[in-house]
């Protein structure tokens, strides 16, 4: 039997995913192929990543090793039929043993999806290729993962015991609790991916388990949209790309973070409750429509205070600008007295700090 391989899977290989690599490891190269879409879509990727030749480098391995398919015009009218097709699960849907990743235009229904095939391996179910907003009220089971695909909205308002996380790319993910994302993982480990511009919206207000680290890849930026409400994140955030915030409504950081893309503010407002929730040496960029809040349960030093701490403190930008944070404990100390104008914040051009 030979497997077609689409994009994703390709990708994961190059990135040497022990899940990818050990399935594929039981197969031989003749066993594996790719169609000329899935190279078309690998090169593209190739032009948008920051290190283009070592990523061309990989492709041109992968390519030189499997065997690669015309993608011909019956093919291409099939493809796009399938990938149209939107699934409601009170119909019934069940996969097929080998079935890996499928693809549905849309999901919407109540009833229980569980994500592995008839054999029990575990299944990636991408949704989204219609572009048009579902909603799924059901619960998710199983060991695969969900991948939001297209530029429409998935909601998911019912709950979910499923293990493989949730990658957006791209699109909107809408959530109307933290059991909509399946199983909080046992230890802290990636749940979320954002591979592309996407967003997550909360449709209540609801805080993610600290177990669930989120990864933003490099020129992706992760929008968290609390939509009117709070949303807290207590895990932590890594990877290469940038967060923002819009939609009205409060994020609150409680993590460590890590990500290195720099933070904007595009509307409502950010909130940080620990010292190194803005990774240093990043940018934070706050619009008019936005506020910056640092939570007054910290000192001027970045550890715990008394409740009986004065006022809130916070930093209201009303223009458009970026602050260079030269790390965040100077951060911490500096947005305490930044009413005295006595920071270690530097901006260019010079902002106004002000208490709220």
Known sequence: MRYLLDTNTCIAIMRKDAVHLARLSALSPGDCAISTVTSYELYTGIEKCSNPAQ???K?????QTVHTIPFDSPAAREAARVRAVSINT???L???PGIGTFNVGGLSGSNALTLNDTAGSPVTLAIGGNNQDTT?????GGSGGLVKAGNGTLNLTGSGSWTGGLVVDPGIVAIGSDAA?????ASPSTNITFTANGTLRALNSLTLAANRNISIAAGSTATFDPYGNTLSIGGAIGGSGALAVTGGGTLVLTGSNSYSGGTSVECGVLEITDASALPGGTSLTVDSGGTFVFDPSYGEDGSPAASTMLAPAAIAVPEPST???LGV???VAAFKIAGRRNGKVRSTPPLPLRDR
């Not at 492709?59 to 390519?63: C, D, F, K, Q």
């Not at 799924?136 to 998710?140: D, E, H, L």
């Not at 994302?181 to 993982?185: I, T």
């Open 181 to 185: 994302l399946g199983a909080v993982p």
């Open 94 to 96: 069940e996969f097929s």
């Open 136 to 140: 799924y009220s059901g619960a998710i």
């Open 90 to 92: 009170d119909n019934g």
């Open 329 to 331: 404990a100077a951060l």
């Open 59 to 63: 492709v041109g391995t992968l390519l």
């Open 55 to 57: 990523e061309a480098a």
């Open 323 to 325: 602050l260079v944070l």
